[in-house]
């Protein structure tokens, strides 16, 4: 025992049996402590006043500055209202904390279900289908999400239908509430997402998305339609319903308390989504932005805009059914999405991410373009990045059918020059690695083939080219809580240059992709 306590003395302070100098050093080592202690508890306090400490530094800065700052006492009350504590032990969001809402018609419904049903997985997935009426054939439960039929909302007249589908939100919510009251609810509900029936989501990215975002504060997540036009009309400060909105809990709550009143106030709006930001707007929740959500306001080929995605992942695609089909594949807006949508199941985090590199030649310089899962694009000359995640303008607005503006810059196509003219490749194979995938791109080229080529030699190469072939590492979902970076690529030739293999990667620290 004697031995024990000898060898804690000593490394400290705890005894008083040492030598008068051991003492001194320890008076002299204890001062400094308590030295550093206090400035270290002071400059705690100095930076972050309302954290840990700051009920003590409250009390000793406002000892007598009481009702000097004109502070009401309700602050102190309505601050409570905000985040619980319990913000460090909880569970990462997953698609169970998510409820979604779908407004539709129940005679339409069998035309439009094709989407939801691309998205939809019965077994994952919680929310309904909210119908006007009883549909009229059986309900295909085994695809499509369980329908509820919403509220009648025939004392708003001839808006009725706007008013019922700004209620999604809040009946949501309720149904949500009266599962919990009998507990046959299964997770706790974290977000209700709200779409139209012609909504596509991407449902893995959807959740990494709300990820980021504390669900226990009130949030609005959404974004505005491409088209200036819809921007000015409407709002540009208001989620656009048909690309899906996502409201979180709280912010559900209060929405449900206050719609009724809101649908009242707002009644000459034309659009279920504005009477939803109008009433938002009332309770002081403002618009948060994420470039994933696609109301897609464009008329004619989206292919320039889906070709240039913003770095950030893609959560829904909405209008399907009002544009060209999005590929060669299939002749119907549906059966041309499919292929995305299914690439997309290997790597939902890449869907549509944008790549970009170089392949140089004797004499030339190719610029190569991949939007992963979707379309590679191989011009037979140098551009450089910042023009290449321009969207090519391959369509136009949404009410006036015009050249423009949008919410994006956008760069012409220049279709009758040859020579001006680069080649596009559609997904045409996707194919699951354990930690990779292999996506090939076959080539579609827009111009006839009576056309004459360009003569020049780096598109005389250019024109052997039939396949693109994208190897890729899985990406994480955890990648889209770092900032945001788009990641680099490699190019080779092979099979005597019917091949153009691109492979992938996260790139460089301070790694330039240069023309
Ligand atoms: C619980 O409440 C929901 C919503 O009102 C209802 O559909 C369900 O049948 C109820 N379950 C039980 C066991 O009462
Ligand atoms: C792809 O492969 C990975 C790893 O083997 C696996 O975890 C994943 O479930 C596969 N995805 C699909 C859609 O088959």
Redesign the pocket.
């Known amino acids: 025992m004697q031995h024990k306590w000898k060898a804690v003395e000593g490394g400290g302070c705890a005894g008083v049996a040492g030598g008068g100098d051991q003492r001194r050093r320890c008076v002299a080592a204890s001062l400094s402590m308590l030295i550093a202690a206090t400035l270290a508890f002071l400059a705690y306090v100095a930076f972050f006043p309302n954290d840990g400490a700051g009920g003590l530094y409250r009390l000793w800065r406002c000892q007598d500055c009481a009702g000097e700052l004109g502070e009401f006492p309700g602050d102190e009350a309505a601050a409570a209202d905000g985040p619980s504590a319990s913000r460090a032990a909880r569970e990462p969001t997953t698609l169970s904390h998510v409820v979604f809402g779908i407004g539709a018609s129940a005679r339409t419904w069998d035309q439009r279900r094709g989407y939801a049903e691309l998205w939809w997985r019965p077994d994952q997935m919680r929310g309904h289908v909210w119908l006007d009426e009883e549909p009229v054939s059986p309900w295909p439960a085994a695809t499509c999400p369980p329908y509820r039929v919403s509220a009648d909302a025939s004392r708003f007249g001839d808006r009725a239908s706007a008013a019922r589908m700004a209620r999604i939100v809040a009946d949501s919510f309720l149904?949500v509430a009266?599962?919990l009251?009998?507990n046959?609810a299964r997770d706790e509900p974290r977000w209700f997402v709200m779409g139209d029936d012609d909504t596509v989501f991407f449902p893995d990215n959807l959740v990494a998305v709300l990820r980021k975002y504390d669900h226990e504060e009130m949030y609005y997540v959404g974004a505005p339609s491409e088209s200036v036009e819809q921007d000015v009309m409407h709002s540009y400060g208001m989620a656009f319903g048909g690309g899906g909105f996502a409201v979180s809990y709280p912010a559900a709550a209060a929405l449900a308390k206050a719609i009724d009143g809101c649908l009242d106030r707002y009644v000459y709006f034309y659009g279920s989504d504005q009477r939803v930001q109008a009433c938002l707007t009332e309770l002081g929740v403002p618009l948060t932005r994420e470039p994933g959500f696609h109301q897609v306001d464009i008329r004619g080929d989206a292919y320039g805009m889906l070709a240039a995605h913003p770095v950030a992942p893609l959560v829904s695609l909405h209008h399907l059914d009002h544009i060209q089909p999005i590929s060669p594949q299939g002749k119907t807006a549906l059966e041309a999405v499919r292929p995305l949508v299914a690439a997309s199941r290997l790597d939902p985090a890449r869907a549509l991410q944008q790549s970009i590199c170089y392949q140089r030649g004797p004499g030339y310089v190719w610029s190569v373009s991949v939007a992963w899962g979707y379309t590679a694009q191989l011009y037979p000359w140098a551009v450089a990045p910042h023009d290449l995640e321009v969207p090519l303008q391959t369509f136009r607005t949404w009410r006036s059918w015009a050249d423009g503006p949008f919410v994006f810059n956008t760069r012409p196509l220049s279709p009758r020059d040859a020579c001006a003219r680069h080649a596009m490749f559609f997904l045409s194979a996707a194919r699951n690695g354990t930690a990779t995938t292999v996506t090939e791109y076959v080539r579609h080229d827009a111009a006839p083939p009576s056309e004459k080529e360009c003569d020049r030699a780096s598109f005389r190469a250019a024109s052997t080219v039939h396949t693109v072939r994208v190897i890729a590492p899985r990406m994480s979902e955890s990648d889209w809580r770092r900032a945001p970076r788009r990641q680099c690529c490699k190019t080779r030739r092979t099979s005597w240059g019917s091949v153009l293999e691109v492979r992938i990667r996260r790139c460089g620290r301070g790694e330039l992709t240069s023309p």
Do not use: V
């Open positions: 149904a009266a599962e009251g009998n046959t």
